[in-house]
């Protein structure tokens, strides 16, 4: 993390240095922006979960990650562009429903998750594996006496 502080507060110190010598009025207004811009520009390739809730929607669980009592790490997909890693909130209901719909998934199948407007997120997976109904005795087409 100490090397993620050091490039944004080079480069803050570069936009500054640009800022100061551009003498333009707009250039110090815009300054606070641009460092701010910065951070995220810095921050977001490093492959750090993004801080803010994921909108609204239903999304693709491609990996997950639950640290029981911290957070549910989670890699989402919306299918409108390319996945966003998310720090979700941790709740026992969430985990075990999120853990249930893995279960149920087993390996390599597809989970998903839907995120209300008020935040709550509800995770599905495929129908749990039921066996086939009992099977019939069969009847004998002939009979002979005895």
Do not use: H
């Not at 003498?23 to 801080?51: D, E, Q």
């Not at 995770?123 to 009979?143: M, R």
């Amino acid at each position: 993390m100490t090397i993620v502080a050091t490039a944004w507060l080079a480069l803050s110190l570069v936009l500054c240095a640009f800022a100061w010598l551009a003498g333009k009025r707009l250039a110090i207004l815009t300054l606070p922006a641009s460092v701010i811009l910065a951070a995220f520009a810095i921050y977001l390739p490093l492959g750090k979960p993004l801080p803010l809730a994921p909108a609204p929607g239903k999304y693709a669980v491609l990996g997950v990650r639950i640290d029981v009592d911290v957070a549910i790490w989670a890699l989402l997909d919306d299918g409108k562009g390319i996945p966003v890693y998310y720090r979700l909130p941790y709740s026992t209901g969430q985990a075990n429903a999120l853990q249930g719909a893995k279960d149920a998934a087993g390996e390599g199948g597809r989970v998903s998750a839907t995120i209300g407007e008020d935040g709550g997120v509800q995770y599905d997976g495929p129908s749990p594996v039921t066996g086939e109904p009992p099977k019939q005795a069969e009847q004998p087409a002939i009979s002979i006496p005895g």
